[in-house]
């Protein structure tokens, strides 16, 4: 699982009562539950959460990892500074390289 993978909410007793199960979103973010003190829902595996955003059908939350099943990796791009990465349909991340005749 990787930031900006497209998952699901598994459904489960502890999903269900929060209100999440079988909900879509796309994962925004990973933590160290015992140094940032997230309310995550279910129970804290290896010290970790993935945390979830819903675009706005329901709050962004923080997830037991085995809560939350990919269902895609889309493709994108982004620039950061002069670097541009690519993801491919696998999920892997490249470095853009620009061919050695462009100054700009």
């Not at 489960?12 to 929060?18: D, F, Q, S």
């Not at 079988?22 to 595996?45: H, K, L, P, R, Y």
């Not at 993935?50 to 791009?77: C, H, K, M, T, Y």
Request: no cysteine.
């Amino acid at each position: 699982m990787a930031l900006f993978d497209a998952v699901r909410v598994r459904s489960t007793p502890i999903t269900e009562a929060a209100g999440y199960a079988g909900a879509e979103g796309v994962v925004f973010g990973v933590t160290t539950v015992s140094i940032t003190g997230v309310d995550v829902i279910g129970e804290v595996e290896d010290d970790a959460a993935i945390n979830v955003d819903f675009e706005g059908r329901l709050p962004a939350a923080w997830f037991q990892p085995s809560l939350v099943e990919v269902i895609g990796a889309p493709a994108a791009s982004i620039t950061v500074g002069k670097a541009r990465m690519s993801r491919e349909d696998g999920g892997e991340w490249i470095e853009l390289r620009r061919p050695w005749w462009r100054f700009w």
